[in-house]
């Protein structure tokens, strides 16, 4: 591991299932349940947690409801996401390939598809993990 990555000796928490994740909501649970676009769904994880996650316009997230943009602002984001989800190819390579070491792997049922129609400007958020 490199030096600069300060990596080494680092420690992370492990996943509780006595506590489960669960974001604290900014707005009521009602009102960011009005913001859904498509969802819940839920993915079974490789490690057997259920995480529950729904669609969002990319400005209606929940994460960003504490920005308090107007709404000139709003429009102005959400148009940049949608331009990026319309021009960016998913296999372009955006930096160059690794020299050394290994990329981490991702559990595939994170890997998602976007319902009908919400493939621009569209993102999906976790609101939950848990076991069964």
Do not use: C
């Not at 349940?33 to 490789?46: H, N, R, S």
């Not at 504490?66 to 930096?95: G, T």
């Not at 020299?99 to 319902?115: F, I, N, R």
Request: proline letters at 8%; glycine letters at 4%.
């Amino acid at each position: 591991m490199p030096p600069e990555t300060k990596l080494v000796g680092q420690r992370f928490v492990e996943y509780d299932v006595k506590n489960p994740y669960q974001p604290s909501p900014v707005d009521s649970q009602l009102e960011l349940d009005q913001q859904i676009a498509a969802g819940p769904f839920e993915v079974e994880l490789v490690d057997g947690s259920i995480v529950t996650y729904s669609w969002y316009r990319f400005i209606d997230q929940p994460a960003l409801k504490h920005l308090n943009w107007d709404q000139k602002e709003r429009n102005r984001l959400q148009s940049v996401v949608e331009k990026i989800h319309s021009e960016w190819k998913v296999r372009r390579e955006f930096m160059s390939a690794i020299k050394e070491g290994k990329l981490v792997e991702l559990d595939p049922a994170l890997v998602l598809t976007p319902p009908v129609g919400l493939e621009i400007g569209f993102v999906p958020v976790a609101n939950q993990q848990s076991n069964r």
